[in-house]
């Protein structure tokens, strides 16, 4: 191989799963595919790993997208609100605002990740709607997945989901479960929007 051929991890690039190179200072839709994503979240704990059980970013995900009140179109763009963590890691919210340019460098790759997939922009009320069931899922989390007093002294003002109306989602997945269902998801509403498109 010549040497100018080789990548290094100083040039910016990420090797994925599938042996791309998604470059993080010049992101490029081409590189973008679903079953990286679905393979990077579903490998990628949440809350950075202070949890009992592993519990991964791509259950998160498609627990948003099902618990969204909204069309495919908002379900899919909730499904993929946190995809660019499949490329940037899963930063831990409080440190989020310690990172200078991390928020750019996150709707960067995001966009360029709706892009690729063909997915629309989220408009102000989609992100609300997004948001909003981001949290409520993340007040159940805490409720159903963590141990009791680990959270006692933090106020989530967040109602969290009756987790009896979706008793399996409610389950932590194993890894392999926790991608099937995320590309799954991801290929029904797919389907459902191509289809009226």
């Known amino acids: 191989m010549d ?29 973008v595919r679903i079953t990286d994503i679905a393979h990077a979240l579903s490998m990628i704990c949440r809350y950075g790993g202070h949890i009992p059980e592993f519990y991964s970013v791509a259950q998160h995900s ?7 009140k909204g069309d495919e179109e908002l379900k899919l763009q909730g499904l993929l609100h946190d995809a660019a963590e499949a490329y940037l890691g ?18 960067r790759v995001l966009n360029v990740i709706y892009k ?17 069931a981001d949290n409520r899922v993340l007040a159940t989390e805490i409720k159903t997945f963590m141990p009791l007093g680990q959270y006692r002294d933090i106020d989530i003002p967040y109602e969290p989901y009756d987790t009896d109306n979706f008793p399996f989602s409610w389950r932590l997945a194993p890894q392999d479960r926790a991608k ?13 929007i191509s289809a009226r498109r």
């Open 116 to 132: 690729q997939l063909d997915v629309r922009w989220p408009n102000i009320d989609q992100w609300a709607a997004i948001k909003e």
């Open 90 to 107: 899963d930063v831990i919210a409080p440190l989020k605002p310690l990172l200078k340019d991390y928020k750019s460098l996150e709707l």
């Open 62 to 68: 498609y627990l948003v997208s099902e618990h969204i």
């Open 3 to 31: 040497h100018e051929t080789i990548v290094t991890v100083t040039d910016g690039f990420l090797r994925t799963i599938s042996s791309s190179d998604f470059s993080l200072v010049n992101p490029e839709e081409s590189v």
């Open 180 to 192: 099937f269902r995320f590309i799954n998801t991801f290929n029904q509403l797919r389907g459902i």
